[in-house]
């Protein structure tokens, strides 16, 4: 395992040999991002192998600011909502205000594993999965998101809302909670 500034320095002059050691290196965590986002894993690995030929041919421009893996899960994200902008659209939105209150019962996703979450997450409509994923699991604001998809804020919220309601309603019709 090499260091983050051999890896750099190494895949900013076009070694082969230190491509191979980062995509080694990252891959598996970044296809693990990839499938939140896709509806299938080949979906995944495309997206994937798209970043990474992002990240190799944007590596010199890597300002250490932050972690090389942290700079190279953005390009993952950014790569996967390019990937799916279109279908984004063609799912129905809400605005926040026509939606009903989900009440304060959230939904209890905490005794699933992680395939069970992954496989509801990738059956909900690409709009909600997409806003759902960066909303919830990266930390993003829905002003954030807003701007990334270029939706407005309030579609932001109501697919928010709409994909923890799709969800609670899947959990309650299993009847039961699965554990890993």
């Known amino acids: ?3 983050e500034k051999t890896l750099v320095s190494g895949c900013a002059k076009g070694d082969r040999a230190m491509q191979k050691a980062l995509y080694d290196q990252y891959a598996a965590r970044m296809l693990t991002v990839c499938m939140r986002y896709s509806k299938s894993r080949e979906d995944a690995e495309d997206i994937l192998q798209e970043a990474f030929v992002k990240v190799f041919n944007k590596i ?3 300002r ?3 972690s090389l893996g942290y700079w190279i899960k953005r390009i993952v994200i950014n790569t996967a909502l390019n990937y799916h902008r279109k279908s984004v659209y063609l ?3 809400f605005d926040i205000d026509d939606m009903h209150q989900l009440g304060d019962d959230e939904v209890l996703v905490s005794d699933y594993n992680y395939r069970d ?5 990738q059956t909900l409509p690409q709009g909600c999965q997409v806003i759902f994923n960066l909303y919830a699991v990266e930390g993003y604001k829905h002003k954030e998101i807003a701007e990334l998809l270029n939706i407005s804020e309030g579609t932001s919220k109501s697919q928010y809302a709409r994909a923890k309601s799709l969800i609670k309603e899947m959990i309650t019709e ?3 909670v699965k554990h890993g």
């Open 1 to 3: 395992m090499h260091d």
């Open 174 to 176: 299993t009847g039961e």
């Open 64 to 66: 250490k600011e932050s």
């Open 91 to 93: 799912y129905p939105h």
């Open 117 to 121: 979450l992954l496989k509801l997450l």
């Open 60 to 62: 010199d421009s890597f």
